[in-house]
């Protein structure tokens, strides 16, 4: 009986344990958001982190920034929500600091309000300080929109919200993207757009059964279960491979024409109309240099 009791209790000290780690918040360096905001380049970096396409449905009728349409994942469909300063629908009473603990970390205003990761923070979490405070500008200033998005289409277990801390401490792991001193800067600031703001790499790489990128395969394409679905390869490489050039992937990421002449369809397509297209040529130059030259 006794042998039962110490087991018994190993086993609630080792429970205690796991739920004290799982449950712990993950969260990223602090961010100085006491930095003077630029909204006007904070809405250029809207359409560089593909807010518009994401956010939008433009057959819902409800408006940019009002919510996109349904992304449908092994996991469910998630409902891209209102982004725009309505303080009911949107996010107009966030402050800069839920703001910032969403792109950063994930953390929804309130207690343990953990945000799925089909909203890439695992790459907004890359974004300097001033971007985030400069995006935050932006969006309190759009035409506010007071209707919902529809809610996450997710069963159980996915639909607790609380699971998603142990999700964090298992596959999240928030910071800043550090520059390559032996590189350029057109290089480095390449790298912080395909990684941060622009987040080429939450769709263009696989990601593991629970959803999870995959950063030893970064670029690699998948055959499914990214918010993208079914996306290509962009390594240099595969980019190689498929005949692009410096010119051609900065004149395909502006115009959506391929160097075979095809056209991108489907969510690039709409990523090419609602944001590379917008980019700067310096943006773009940048992005390609460092795709082209990733090794």
């Not at 919510?67 to 469909?77: D, Q, V």
């Not at 949107?90 to 603990?101: N, P």
């Not at 969403?102 to 207690?111: R, T, V, W």
């Amino acid at each position: 009986m006794r042998r039962w009791v110490w087991l018994l209790i190993v086993v609630v000290v080792v429970g205690i344990g796991v739920a004290g780690f799982m449950l712990k918040p993950v969260r990223g360096p602090a961010r100085d958001l006491n930095l003077a905001a630029n909204a006007e380049h904070g809405a250029y970096l809207i359409r560089v982190g593909g807010c518009i396409a994401c956010h939008t449905d433009s057959d819902s009728g409800r408006g940019e920034l009002a919510g996109g349409a349904g992304l449908k994942t092994p996991f469910g469909t998630f409902y891209p929500p209102n982004i725009t300063p309505d303080p009911n629908a949107g996010i107009g009473d966030w402050t800069l600091a839920e703001f910032s603990a969403a792109m950063s970390d994930g953390e929804g205003p309130g207690f343990m309000q953990h945000l799925y990761p089909s909203f890439p923070y695992d790459s907004y979490t890359f974004l300097s300080d001033q971007d985030v405070v400069d995006l935050y500008a932006a969006l309190m200033v759009v035409a506010p929109v007071a209707e919902a998005a529809p809610a996450h289409e997710v069963s159980f277990p996915f639909n607790i919200r609380l699971s998603l801390a142990g999700w964090k401490n298992l596959f999240f792991s928030p910071g800043r993207l550090e520059a390559d001193s032996e590189r350029s800067d057109r290089w480095n600031r390449g790298k912080y757009l395909a990684w941060g703001p622009g987040h080429c790499v939450a769709c263009h790489t696989p990601r593991n059964a629970f959803g999870a990128r995959q950063d030893g395969q970064a670029f690699e394409g998948s055959d499914g279960g990214t918010p993208a679905g079914r996306v290509p390869a962009i390594t240099t490489a595969a980019l190689e491979e498929k005949g692009y050039d410096h010119f051609g992937l900065v004149d395909t990421l502006s115009s959506g024409f391929t160097p075979e002449f095809d056209v991108l369809g489907r969510e690039m397509g709409a990523v090419v109309a609602d944001s590379t297209s917008h980019w700067t040529e310096e943006d773009l130059d940048a992005v390609a240099a460092y795709l082209l030259d990733m090794d």
